[in-house]
Protein backbone atom coordinates (compact mmCIF):
# COMPACT_ATOMS: atom_id res chain seq x y z
CA UNK A 1 0.00 0.00 0.00
CA UNK A 2 1.18 3.02 -0.75
CA UNK A 3 1.83 6.09 1.56
CA UNK A 4 -0.57 8.01 -0.24
CA UNK A 5 -3.22 5.61 -0.25
CA UNK A 6 -2.44 4.70 3.46
CA UNK A 7 -3.43 8.25 4.37
CA UNK A 8 -6.63 8.49 2.58
CA UNK A 9 -7.75 5.65 3.52
CA UNK A 10 -7.23 6.84 7.40
CA UNK A 11 -8.46 10.06 6.37
CA UNK A 12 -12.01 8.41 5.12
CA UNK A 13 -11.83 6.20 8.37
CA UNK A 14 -11.37 9.03 10.59
CA UNK A 15 -14.29 10.66 8.77
CA UNK A 16 -16.52 7.49 9.12
CA UNK A 17 -16.15 7.71 12.63
CA UNK A 18 -16.42 10.84 13.37
CA UNK A 19 -19.91 11.12 11.93
CA UNK A 20 -22.62 10.48 13.88
CA UNK A 21 -24.50 7.39 13.19
CA UNK A 22 -27.72 8.96 12.60
CA UNK A 23 -28.72 12.60 12.86
CA UNK A 24 -32.41 11.94 13.31
CA UNK A 25 -30.71 10.62 17.47
CA UNK A 26 -30.24 13.72 18.27
CA UNK A 27 -33.09 15.50 16.69
CA UNK A 28 -35.86 12.86 17.79
CA UNK A 29 -35.38 11.42 21.59
CA UNK A 30 -36.18 7.65 22.09
CA UNK A 31 -39.55 6.93 24.18
CA UNK A 32 -37.30 6.78 27.21
CA UNK A 33 -35.87 9.63 27.21
CA UNK A 34 -38.77 11.51 26.51
CA UNK A 35 -40.19 10.24 29.47
CA UNK A 36 -37.38 11.08 31.44
CA UNK A 37 -37.78 14.86 30.05
CA UNK A 38 -41.02 14.74 31.77
CA UNK A 39 -39.90 13.71 35.62
CA UNK A 40 -40.86 10.02 34.91
CA UNK A 41 -38.73 6.62 35.25
CA UNK A 42 -38.10 4.34 31.95
CA UNK A 43 -39.87 1.59 33.75
CA UNK A 44 -43.45 2.82 33.00
CA UNK A 45 -43.29 1.55 29.64
CA UNK A 46 -41.98 -2.44 28.72
CA UNK A 47 -38.60 -2.29 26.64
CA UNK A 48 -38.51 -2.37 23.12
CA UNK A 49 -40.89 0.69 22.26
CA UNK A 50 -39.37 2.57 19.27
CA UNK A 51 -42.90 4.56 18.32
CA UNK A 52 -44.51 7.44 19.62
CA UNK A 53 -44.86 10.84 19.10
CA UNK A 54 -45.80 13.61 21.55
CA UNK A 55 -47.19 16.90 21.33
CA UNK A 56 -45.19 19.28 23.24
CA UNK A 57 -47.29 22.29 23.15
CA UNK A 58 -50.09 19.88 24.44
CA UNK A 59 -48.73 17.11 25.82
CA UNK A 60 -50.97 14.54 23.90
CA UNK A 61 -48.79 11.68 23.57
CA UNK A 62 -49.43 8.40 21.80
CA UNK A 63 -46.78 5.17 21.67
CA UNK A 64 -47.09 2.23 19.55
CA UNK A 65 -46.03 -1.28 20.43
CA UNK A 66 -45.60 -4.23 17.99
CA UNK A 67 -48.34 -5.93 19.68
CA UNK A 68 -49.71 -6.14 23.13
CA UNK A 69 -47.75 -6.81 25.60
CA UNK A 70 -47.85 -8.39 28.94
CA UNK A 71 -46.00 -10.22 31.93
CA UNK A 72 -46.35 -10.71 35.66
CA UNK A 73 -44.49 -9.06 38.29
CA UNK A 74 -44.19 -11.29 41.30
CA UNK A 75 -47.77 -12.39 40.55
CA UNK A 76 -49.04 -9.16 39.36
CA UNK A 77 -50.18 -9.04 35.69
CA UNK A 78 -49.77 -5.88 33.56
CA UNK A 79 -50.92 -5.63 29.84
CA UNK A 80 -50.34 -3.22 27.36
CA UNK A 81 -52.28 -2.54 24.40
CA UNK A 82 -50.57 -1.44 21.12
CA UNK A 83 -51.58 1.79 21.43
CA UNK A 84 -51.29 4.04 24.29
CA UNK A 85 -52.26 7.67 24.81
CA UNK A 86 -52.54 9.78 27.46
CA UNK A 87 -51.25 13.71 28.34
CA UNK A 88 -47.79 14.00 29.57
CA UNK A 89 -46.46 17.29 31.29
CA UNK A 90 -43.88 17.42 34.09
CA UNK A 91 -44.42 14.86 36.72
CA UNK A 92 -48.02 14.13 35.75
CA UNK A 93 -49.85 11.66 33.32
CA UNK A 94 -53.81 12.44 32.66
CA UNK A 95 -56.41 10.56 30.99
CA UNK A 96 -54.21 7.71 30.65
CA UNK A 97 -55.39 4.72 28.21
CA UNK A 98 -53.80 1.42 27.16
CA UNK A 99 -52.30 -0.02 29.98
CA UNK A 100 -54.11 -2.42 32.41
CA UNK A 101 -53.60 -4.27 36.05
CA UNK A 102 -55.52 -6.70 36.99
CA UNK A 103 -56.79 -6.60 40.33
CA UNK A 104 -58.77 -9.66 42.03
CA UNK A 105 -60.70 -10.74 38.18
CA UNK A 106 -60.93 -7.56 36.62
CA UNK A 107 -58.29 -5.86 34.34
CA UNK A 108 -58.56 -2.29 35.41
CA UNK A 109 -57.04 0.87 33.01
CA UNK A 110 -54.41 2.63 34.71
CA UNK A 111 -55.48 6.01 34.32
CA UNK A 112 -53.40 8.53 35.70
CA UNK A 113 -49.73 8.47 37.09
CA UNK A 114 -48.40 11.54 39.57
CA UNK A 115 -44.68 11.57 40.58
CA UNK A 116 -44.30 13.23 44.08
CA UNK A 117 -40.47 13.04 45.15
CA UNK A 118 -39.82 9.64 44.88
CA UNK A 119 -42.84 8.07 44.80
CA UNK A 120 -45.19 7.19 41.62
CA UNK A 121 -48.87 7.32 42.07
CA UNK A 122 -50.39 5.18 39.88
CA UNK A 123 -54.57 5.33 39.70
CA UNK A 124 -57.17 3.22 38.83
CA UNK A 125 -59.66 6.06 39.13
CA UNK A 126 -61.49 4.40 41.99
CA UNK A 127 -58.37 3.63 43.95
CA UNK A 128 -54.59 4.20 43.90
CA UNK A 129 -51.47 3.10 45.00
CA UNK A 130 -48.00 4.34 45.41
CA UNK A 131 -44.72 2.63 44.28
CA UNK A 132 -41.30 3.68 45.19
CA UNK A 133 -39.81 5.51 41.55
CA UNK A 134 -37.08 3.26 41.69
CA UNK A 135 -39.15 -0.05 41.05
CA UNK A 136 -39.51 1.68 37.46
CA UNK A 137 -35.64 2.16 36.82
CA UNK A 138 -35.46 -0.52 34.59
CA UNK A 139 -38.28 -1.19 31.59
CA UNK A 140 -39.69 -5.07 32.06
CA UNK A 141 -39.67 -7.04 28.89
CA UNK A 142 -42.77 -7.94 26.98
CA UNK A 143 -43.81 -11.69 27.65
CA UNK A 144 -41.12 -12.40 31.34
CA UNK A 145 -41.22 -8.30 33.12
CA UNK A 146 -37.98 -8.57 35.03
CA UNK A 147 -37.85 -12.66 35.49
CA UNK A 148 -36.04 -12.92 31.86
CA UNK A 149 -33.42 -16.15 31.45
CA UNK A 150 -33.89 -16.34 35.51
CA UNK A 151 -32.39 -13.10 36.30
CA UNK A 152 -34.36 -11.56 39.37
CA UNK A 153 -34.20 -7.43 40.06
CA UNK A 154 -34.62 -7.82 43.74
CA UNK A 155 -38.01 -7.75 45.70
CA UNK A 156 -40.18 -5.28 43.92
CA UNK A 157 -43.39 -3.59 46.09
CA UNK A 158 -45.67 -4.59 43.30
CA UNK A 159 -46.91 -7.22 46.17
CA UNK A 160 -48.60 -3.92 46.98
CA UNK A 161 -50.32 -3.55 44.50
CA UNK A 162 -53.65 -6.37 44.81
CA UNK A 163 -54.34 -4.87 48.71
CA UNK A 164 -53.52 -1.21 47.56
CA UNK A 165 -55.81 -1.64 44.68
CA UNK A 166 -58.67 -3.26 46.88
CA UNK A 167 -61.85 -1.13 47.46
C1 LIG B 1 -41.47 -3.19 15.47
O1 LIG B 1 -41.79 -3.12 14.10
C2 LIG B 1 -40.90 -2.31 13.37
C3 LIG B 1 -41.43 -2.17 11.93
O2 LIG B 1 -42.26 -3.23 11.57
C4 LIG B 1 -39.52 -2.93 13.42
O3 LIG B 1 -38.60 -2.13 12.71
C5 LIG B 1 -39.08 -3.02 14.87
O4 LIG B 1 -37.83 -3.67 14.97
C6 LIG B 1 -40.09 -3.77 15.70
N1 LIG B 1 -39.71 -3.67 17.09
C7 LIG B 1 -39.73 -4.70 17.91
C8 LIG B 1 -39.31 -4.43 19.32
O5 LIG B 1 -40.07 -5.82 17.56
C1 LIG C 1 -58.71 11.34 26.58
O1 LIG C 1 -58.26 10.28 25.74
C2 LIG C 1 -59.18 9.91 24.73
C3 LIG C 1 -58.57 8.74 24.00
O2 LIG C 1 -58.30 7.71 24.87
C4 LIG C 1 -59.44 11.09 23.80
O3 LIG C 1 -60.40 10.73 22.84
C5 LIG C 1 -59.92 12.27 24.62
O4 LIG C 1 -60.02 13.39 23.78
C6 LIG C 1 -58.96 12.58 25.75
N1 LIG C 1 -59.50 13.63 26.60
C7 LIG C 1 -58.79 14.71 26.93
C8 LIG C 1 -59.47 15.66 27.85
O5 LIG C 1 -57.66 14.93 26.50
Known sequence: MSLLTHLLLTVFLVFIAASPPSTSAADSPTVYEALQSYGF????????????KVDTATGKFSVYLNKTCSFTIHGYDLKYKTTITG???????????GIQVKVLLFWVNIIEVTKEGDQLELSVG?????????????????????????KRSGELSFKRFVPLFQV
Open 87 to 97: TISANKIKNLS
Open 126 to 150: IASADFPVDNFYESPQCGCGFDCRG
Open 41 to 52: PVGLLPAGVTKY
